[in-house]
Each structure stands twice: as structure tokens, then as C-alpha cells.
């Protein structure tokens, strides 16, 4: 498939810009929908420094908003561009053990509104315009790729481990007291993601426009581990990464965004819709998303809260008062120091002294670093597949006493952690691991 109009949303990053960076080289027009206008231009300046030929074009889109997703339509619009695939990419995570609701401005729950709200009113409003394509474009078809997850699999393994429970339409955005968790929000998104594509490709029969999903695989090295405690992200980043990838278990980015790319493109495809995808075969999703009935409740519910012509229009509650926002805000803290020491790492004594906020601060020099950061995690992937972890833990040490020695400079993330306990953290979770453990049944943030 070339010469197609395509959107990649969160295409700054991660698998959205590889899958944008491959579009390209297909020879097609891609639209980066990213909400961050420097990090959006950087990535298409990116292709452009790769492919002088690429078309490749950044446009304003924040999920986290409905009245940005209007916008970005109303922007695409004028272009006067046609429009023949879509793909949902863009998507976020919390640390799977934070207890802190937070919401967007429409005052859904966060990981709701961004992975699947978001995207769902995105779709609605291009649909005319796929629709178009796929009756007036010579390919006779347009398609939409949702990029979901493994995760939205209660039998996967981090989720009956964190006693993960099936989704309740009663209790959509985990308001009910002690429902919500970073990893219950974040399965609950990704299989929303999948409910609205089978409901989707049943009102789309017959339009020549398709719909499925696709899980990319479990791939470390992207940003969505970015909320998580700085201990986290190394254990996830430089030391399970490279134990797993040895074990087969990871894909590499430019594993995961090809299998978005081929169902985005494989003419094989033509035709097919409401299907999941994963490693490149279609796969038969989680239990709880063949559903009929969670299928249809989902979708209208969804489409109440986005306002969709033909529905109720439903507005979201109001958030918790901010006393209550501060109070949970305060366990954040507590919370990063349980997962650190979940993580392996001591998560005691004076080193945990304002550690919530030295991750934030962490978190914003890595996002701005983001696309360079990712650039030199791919070159030294090959790199890392040969490291043992006794070679990780002994730089550490190197560091550690670097650190020591140097204790006004910057310190590493590396210096957090303590040797031993991260040999013991990696053992426990290879242990976790099944070995011919099939890529959908291996959930991607496994350090969580
Ligand atoms: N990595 C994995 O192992 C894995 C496995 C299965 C599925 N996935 C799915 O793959 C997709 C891409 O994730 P990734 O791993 O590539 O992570 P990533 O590197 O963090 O990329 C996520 C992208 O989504 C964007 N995004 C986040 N919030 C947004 C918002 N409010 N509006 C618009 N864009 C927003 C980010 O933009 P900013 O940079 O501005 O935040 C970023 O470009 C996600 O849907 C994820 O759930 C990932």
C-alpha cells in the first residue's frame, strides 16, 4: 500500500513513530498527530533528515481533551486531504500500583480518556471521510487500527497477580473506593480498545471501511513506562529488558510498529475486520472481550460521553474534591517507595526524601529527551542481548562509587540500586516467566 493518507496519533514517539517513520518509506502521506507541537515537529524533522522525500507533516491532537480531538478534525479538514487510514496509537500507563486517580478535561479518568475516549470521538469524527475514501479512492477501502495490548487479558499473569478485576460499566472511570489502580485502569483502556472495534466493525459491515486491533508485543524501551519510579524504569528498561529480549520474550520496536504497519497495509488484509492482531496472526482476544452484550454497552456508553449525535448525551462526575486529590497525592510518595521496593531497590532512609518529586523532574529531562533517548536504546539493543546481568550490576557499582566520589553532579538511575537486590528482583521475575510462554500471554510492563 502507497500513496495513502495516513494518521498515526502519538506518532512522536516509541511505536507511533516508527510505524510513521515505515509509513513514510512506503511512500505515503502521514500525518504525527502529537499533543506536544515541539516533540511532533522534532519527529517529522526526523523523518525528513532520514527520507528528504518523506511526507510527513505534524498536527496538534491532545487526547486528553475533546474539544483538542474536534480541533485536530476540523484542522485535518482543511487540508482538504482524503483520508485512508487511521491508526489509534497513542496511549499511556500509570504505574501499575498507583492509587491516585487522575482526570482529563472532560473529567474522565485519565487512562480511560486518553487510551480509548479519546480515540473512540477521533474515529467518529473521521468516519466520513474513511467512509468516503473507501467508496470513491481507487483502493475501494479505508481502515482504522486500534493499538491495544495483551494486558486487556485477565488471564495474563500481572493482572491475576495484581488481582485485576473484569470491567464494570457501573463503576467505568474506578470511582467506587479502592477500585482504581494504575494496572486495573490500564487493562480496563485496552480492552475498551477492543469492545469498541468489534462494535465498530459490526456498524461498519458492509462500508468497505475496516476496523481491528493489534498488540505490538512487549517492547520496554518505550515511554510508557515513563510514570513509573526511576527504579522501575531501570529494572524495566536496562535490566529485565535484556534478560527477556534473551529469552525471546520482547519485541524490538521495529518488530512491534511493523505488525501495526501490516495490518495497516498488508493487502492480504482487504476486507478483513474486527479481528485481533498479535505477532503478526490474527489471535483470538480475552474472554471478557467477546461479549456481545460488553461489546454494545461499551460503545454506547462511550458514545454518550463523547456526545455522539443519536445518543444521550452523558457528562462525566465531577472529580474528587482537591483535598482528596492532595491527601492521595501525599501516598503517591508511599506509593513510589513501595514500588521501589518491590523494585529491588532500598526505598529507605534519607536517600527516599523527596523522591516523588526528583522522579517527576527525572521523568520531564527524559521526555524532553524522548526521541534521542529511544534512538540510542535501539543502537544498543543488539548491544544489550550479549550483556549478563552480572555486567549490568557491575557498572553500578562503577557508578556507584563514581557518584560518591561525585556527589554535586547528576546522579544516574543506576546508583539507586542496590547490586544484589536487583539480582534478586530479575531472578523472581524470570522465574515469573514461562518460557514457551506465548508473546499475548506476557504482559508488558512486567516489573510492575
Ligand atoms: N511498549 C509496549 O510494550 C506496549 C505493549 C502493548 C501495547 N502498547 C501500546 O502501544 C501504544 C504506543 O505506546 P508506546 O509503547 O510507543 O509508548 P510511548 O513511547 O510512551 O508512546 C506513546 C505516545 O502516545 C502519546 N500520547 C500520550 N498521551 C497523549 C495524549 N493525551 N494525546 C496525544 N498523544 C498522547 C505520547 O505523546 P507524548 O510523548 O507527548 O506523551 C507518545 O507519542 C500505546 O497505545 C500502548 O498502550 C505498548
New binding site residues.
Given amino acids: 500500500m502507497t500513496g495513502r493518507v495516513v494518521i498515526v496519533?502519538?506518532?512522536?514517539?516509541?511505536?507511533?513513530?516508527e510505524v510513521a517513520r515505515h509509513l513514510c518509506e512506503g511512500g505515503n502521506d502521514v500525518v504525527l498527530?502529537?499533543?506536544?507541537e515541539e516533540?511532533g515537529k522534532a519527529a517529522v524533522e526526523k523523518i525528513l533528515a532520514q527520507n528528504p522525500n518523506a511526507l510527513a507533516t505534524f498536527m496538534q491532537?491532545?487526547?486528553?481533551d475533546l474539544s483538542s480531538v474536534r480541533k485536530f478534525v476540523e484542522d485535518f479538514h482543511s487540508t482538504g486531504k482524503e483520508l485512508h487510514v487511521l491508526v489509534n496509537?497513542?496511549?499511556?500507563?500509570y504505574a501499575f500500583k498507583d492509587k491516585t486517580r487522575r482526570f482529563t478535561k472532560d473529567n474522565f479518568e485519565m487512562t480511560m480518556g486518553?487510551?480509548h475516549l479519546?480515540p473512540f470521538l477521533l474515529t467518529h469524527l473521521l468516519l466520513d471521510d474513511l467512509k468516503k475514501t473507501a467508496e470513491e479512492g481507487e483502493d475501494g477501502e479505508a481502515r482504522i487500527i486500534n493499538?491495544?495490548?495483551?494486558?486487556h487479558d485477565l488471564s495474563v499473569r500481572t493482572n491475576r497477580s495484581n488481582n485485576v478485576q473484569p470491567l464494570d460499566m457501573e463503576n467505568f472511570f474506578l470511582d467506587k473506593p479502592s477500585t482504581y489502580s494504575g494496572i486495573q485502569a490500564?487493562k480496563n483502556s485496552?480492552l475498551a480498545q477492543i469492545l469498541f472495534t468489534y462494535e465498530l466493525a459490526r456498524k461498519l459491515e458492509g462500508s468497505k471501511v475496516t476496523v481491528n486491533c493489534v498488540?505490538?508485543?512487549?517492547?520496554?524501551k518505550?515511554?510508557?513506562v515513563?510514570h513509573n519510579s526511576s527504579a522501575t524504569r531501570f529494572m524495566v528498561r536496562h535490566v529485565l529488558n535484556p534478560v527477556f529480549k534473551v529469552m525471546k520474550i520482547t519485541r524490538s520496536l521495529d518488530q512491534?510498529s511493523k505488525a501495526v504497519v501490516d495490518v495497516a497495509t498488508n493487502d492480504k488484509l482487504k476486507g478483513v475486520s474486527g479481528k485481533y492482531f498479535s505477532d503478526m496472526q490474527e489471535k483470538t482476544s480475552s474472554e471478557e472481550s467477546l461479549k456481545d452484550d460488553l461489546q454494545k454497552s461499551l460503545y454506547k456508553l462511550s458514545a454518550r460521553y463523547c456526545h455522539l449525535d443519536g445518543y444521550e448525551p452523558l457528562d462525566a462526575p465531577e472529580p474528587p474534591p482537591p483535598e482528596e486529590v492532595v491527601k492521595t497525592k501525599s501516598k503517591k510518595g508511599k506509593a513510589n517507595k513501595d514500588e521501589k521496593q518491590e523494585a529491588g531497590a532500598s526505598g529507605e532512609g534519607e536517600e527516599d526524601k523527596g523522591e516523588s518529586s526528583k522522579d517527576e523532574a527525572e521523568a520531564k529531562v527524559e521526555?524532553n529527551k524522548?526521541i534521542k533517548f529511544?534512538d540510542e536504546d535501539e543502537k544498543q539493543v543488539e548491544k544489550e542481548n550479549q550483556e549478563k546481568t552480572e555486567e549490568v550490576t557491575e557498572k553500578n557499582d562503577e557508578k556507584k562509587t563514581d557518584s560518591v566520589e561525585d556527589s554535586g553532579k547528576e546522579q544516574t538511575e543506576t546508583v539507586e540500586e542496590p547490586v544484589k537486590e536487583i539480582k534478586e528482583k530479575v531472578e523472581e521475575e524470570i522465574k515469573k516467566v514461562d518460557v514457551d510462554t506465548p508473546i499475548q500471554q506476557v504482559p508488558?510492563?512486567a516489573a510492575q
Fill in positions: 496519533t502519538g506518532a512522536n514517539s516509541g511505536i507511533g513513530f498527530a502529537c499533543r506536544s516533540k491532537l491532545d487526547l486528553e496509537n497513542a496511549g499511556m500507563s486518553i487510551n479519546g493499538v491495544t495490548s495483551s494486558m490500564y485496552k498488540c505490538p508485543g512487549f517492547i520496554p518505550t515511554g510508557l515513563r512491534g521526555d524522548e529511544i508488558e510492563i
